[in-house]
């Protein structure tokens, strides 16, 4: 194992505090007061602290911050921003909530961080057609604030209240993704920035239609481009009818191949669960004690159903029937909301959770994706690695779509161990693809994962995707560093 414990090009682990300050001043003042002039002197910072908060998410990858942040209001004066910088040759960082786990947004080589959250407009609303429009300060729980009264709601949901246009751009997805898709599932439309100042409609302006065979799928083109193709000023999202009813339940299992099986034979059985978590035996016992739950210390499930009352029945039934078959127990079941809420909330907790395991440590998070047959298999290796590499880490993961999250618990001034949970996550990406699976199913490219994807897409993978950054952003200044 020693031989994995070499200097890494992640700019991984030099823990935020010691915020690199390399490009500080390097924008002139002509250029500053021309950002002043396009959105007004209110909405520009040079301000050392509000580019610290600025050049970093919720990784541990080195804060990097911008040399000025802007606050514009309107999408004209993103078109303007952008087409500033690009004529001056300054990079340009899009900026949401900044919840990311794979620095993208630290500004490697300095720029202008466009800070897009002052911009939160509800734009329009079709309830007939299922959909709306929301500008990129928008965020899922204020959304589904508004829809509440409308029997609808946006069900992506990746645990923090991220920004939606920031989920587009990050290809988010969550809990609810084995019933209802990923933000790819869930997006009609994107109206997106180019980095010289051009508007496109990924669409056509003001489409919201749910197929189409016309052209290239451009909307899928910028879902998942992590702010490297272009700025998403609006996103069109596609909306659902709030179910009738919902059971929740935790079970618990013997071995991690038992709540795998059981995943799969309840897929098989095209029982349309809506939620289906995986929390190991570690994992469990810190949300017992975070959580206050008293769940068994096991490989567990935690499952939701939606549907109507009498669609509920019949899916309990059959899923408590199959998780029996495969050696389940300790069932729990949540019918009502106050119940549901505090299993979910544990769950959605698991960060925390975790970090209380090792209190005065850091949290590090890493996901990779596989398919559900090979997902016992990776977790078990996965463990094993825990132990190999003396790490202390959880494992929680959206077991029904072969996607899991290992939280690590690191001290940041300790060299070596960053070195080995650096090797560990690595090491985890390269067993994913060997698998068949990819190195990242949910936290993106970004900067930590740059040396896996050429060995995940292969070479002419690489050379499209190049052509394809070129094409748009020929001077590779649209958050420069990351994915590519």
């Known amino acids: 194992m020693a031989i994995l414990l070499r200097p890494a090009s992640w700019g991984l682990f030099s823990w935020r505090g010691y915020c690199s300050r390399g490009t500080q001043g390097r924008l002139s003042a002509g250029f500053v007061e021309a950002l002043k002039a396009v959105v007004g002197s209110p909405h520009v910072s040079t301000a050392a602290v509000v580019r610290e908060q600025h050049g970093h998410d919720e990784s541990m990858h080195r804060c ?3 040399d000025a942040v802007v606050w514009p209001q309107n999408v004209e004066q993103v078109s303007r921003l952008a087409a500033l910088c690009y004529g001056q040759g300054v990079p340009i960082i899009p900026f ?5 786990l794979e620095g993208g947004v630290c500004a490697v ?3 202008v961080c466009i800070n897009l959250t002052r911009m939160d407009r509800i734009l329009e609303l079709n309830p007939e057609d299922f959909s709306v429009v929301v500008e990129p300060g928008v965020t899922r729980k204020a959304l589904n604030t508004h829809l509440r009264d409308r029997g ?4 992506v949901d990746p645990g923090a209240d991220a920004s939606l246009c920031g989920m587009a751009a990050t290809g988010a997805s969550g809990t609810n993704s084995v019933r209802y898709g990923t933000m790819r599932d869930n997006v009609l439309n994107l109206e997106v920035v180019l980095p010289s100042g051009q508007r496109l409609h990924t669409a056509g302006p003001g489409r919201r239609f749910r197929k189409s065979a016309a052209g290239y799928n451009l909307t899928g083109l910028f879902v998942g481009s992590e702010g490297t193709l272009g700025l998403i000023t609006a996103a069109t999202l596609r909306l659902h009818p709030v179910p009738e009813a919902t059971v929740a339940a935790t079970c618990a299992f013997p071995t991690v191949q038992a709540a795998v099986d059981s995943t799969v034979h309840i897929l098989q059985a095209a029982v349309p669960v809506a939620r289906i978590e ?3 035996e570690v994992m469990m016992d810190a949300c017992n004690r975070h959580s206050k739950l008293n769940c068994c210390v096991a490989p567990t499930l ?9 669609a509920l029945a019949e899916q309990v039934q059959r899923t408590e029937e199959i998780i029996r078959h495969n050696g389940g127990s300790h069932f729990s079941w949540a019918k009502e909301a106050e119940e549901r809420s505090r299993l979910w909330a544990a769950r959605h907790n698991a960060w925390y959770a975790s970090l209380a395991l090792r209190p005065g440590c850091k949290g590090y998070s890493t ?3 596989v398919p559900i047959s090979r997902l016992p298999e990776i977790l078990v290796q996965t463990k094993e690695d825990l132990e190999a590499w003396r790490l202390t880490g959880t494992i929680v993961g959206h077991v029904g779509d072969g996607n899991f999250h290992c939280i690590l618990l690191v001290d940041p001034e300790d060299p070596e161990e960053l070195l080995r949970v650096q090797a560990f996550a690595e090491q985890l990406g390269r067993r994913a693809l060997a698998l068949h699976g990819t190195c990242t199913g949910e936290h ?6 740059r040396q896996l994807l050429p060995e995940e897409v292969g070479a002419v993978g690489m050379e499209t995707m190049r052509q394809i950054k070129a094409t748009l952003d020929p001077q590779g200044l649209m958050n420069p560093g990351k994915v590519l």
Do not use: A, Y
Not at 152 to 155: A, D, M, S
């Open 278 to 280: 995986f929390l190991d």
């Open 367 to 369: 996901d990779v994706c």
């Open 109 to 111: 080589q300095g720029g």
């Open 302 to 310: 935690f499952l939701e159903f939606h549907g109507s009352e009498q």
């Open 152 to 155: 609808l709601w946006f069900p």
């Open 64 to 66: 990097q911050p911008p």
């Open 444 to 449: 993106g490219i970004g900067l930590g994962k």
């Open 96 to 100: 949401g909530t900044g919840t990311g």
